[in-house]
């Protein structure tokens, strides 16, 4: 009997670790399609990001209808870009919890901590709707959803460029890149708990990362190419031994691309 407990035990981590990973990848994966597709919206993706910067197309009415399709086309891109790199979290989360409740189901606080992680996205793409509405209503935003001044560019890039530099998102990336220490620092019981450890790992990640995302109005928010990048950008931050490093050099290489643009306009 003393040697069944423990393969019982592995065998539930390895079932969970599956499960875990097959819904992440299937949300993911939906959230990617649905983006590319267009969001709702009548052009794809692809096509959006095929056309030239300076292409004139007609102005999108902000009706309510249009505003939550908007958000809508915000939250799923963030869950498609962010969730990935949440990964790790989820995964060792999933494990803690099988180890205290070998015969409860692990995936469901799972599911819970995932969905307290994307509402702190939510409020970010609810916010970030609401930029997308004033730059647009002054004219500061194009019908391709790219800036239409040089100075509103390049104060993007610079503001994500000294951001990168800041000390609170250095304090913000350490807890994203080491999930044990932020669960063993903010660990709660119950499913209330595992929502509440949600909430603050999403906003230790939107700290991280919202600067970042913001330079998706000067690159184009329906562009593919800066989705991705920004994208692969974050898992290799986040993920890769050197990344701290890695921000710092990207915060300089975006405030000399924001002076660059100064200067070349």
């Not at 660990?187 to 600067?211: I, V």
Request: charged share 10%; net charge positive.
């Amino acid at each position: 009997m003393t040697d069944a407990a423990p393969s019982l035990l592995e065998a539930a981590l390895r079932r969970d670790r599956a499960i875990v990973l097959i819904a992440l990848i299937a949300i993911v994966f939906l959230s990617w399609l649905w983006v590319t597709l267009g969001a709702g919206m009548e052009m794809s993706a692809v096509e959006m990001t095929r056309m030239p910067r300076d292409m004139a197309m007609t102005r999108a009415v902000w009706t309510p209808a249009y505003a939550a399709m908007m958000l809508a086309m915000w939250w799923v891109m963030m869950i498609a870009m962010m969730l990935p790199s949440a990964t790790p979290s989820l995964l060792i989360f999933a494990r803690i919890n099988r180890r205290e409740r070998l015969s409860h189901r692990p995936w469901v606080p799972t599911g819970v901590f995932a969905a307290g992680y994307l509402a702190m996205w939510g409020s970010f793409s609810l916010l970030a709707t609401l930029v997308q509405w004033g730059l647009e209503a002054d004219g500061l935003l194009s019908s391709m959803m790219v800036t239409t001044t040089a100075w509103l560019g390049s104060t993007i890039l610079i503001s994500a460029g000294l951001w990168q530099l800041a000390p609170i998102k250095h304090a913000c990336l350490q807890q994203c890149r080491s999930p044990v220490t932020f669960l063993a620092n903010h660990w709660r019981p119950g499913n209330l708990g595992a929502f509440r450890m949600g909430l603050a790992h999403g906003a230790y990640c939107l700290g991280c990362c919202w600067f970042l995302m913001g330079l998706l109005f000067f690159g184009g928010v329906m562009n593919l190419w800066w989705i991705g990048g920004l994208a692969t950008y974050v898992l290799m931050e986040k993920l890769l031994p050197m990344g701290h490093w890695l921000s710092y050099a990207t915060g300089l290489g975006l405030i000399g691309f924001g002076v660059w643009l100064v200067l070349a306009a």
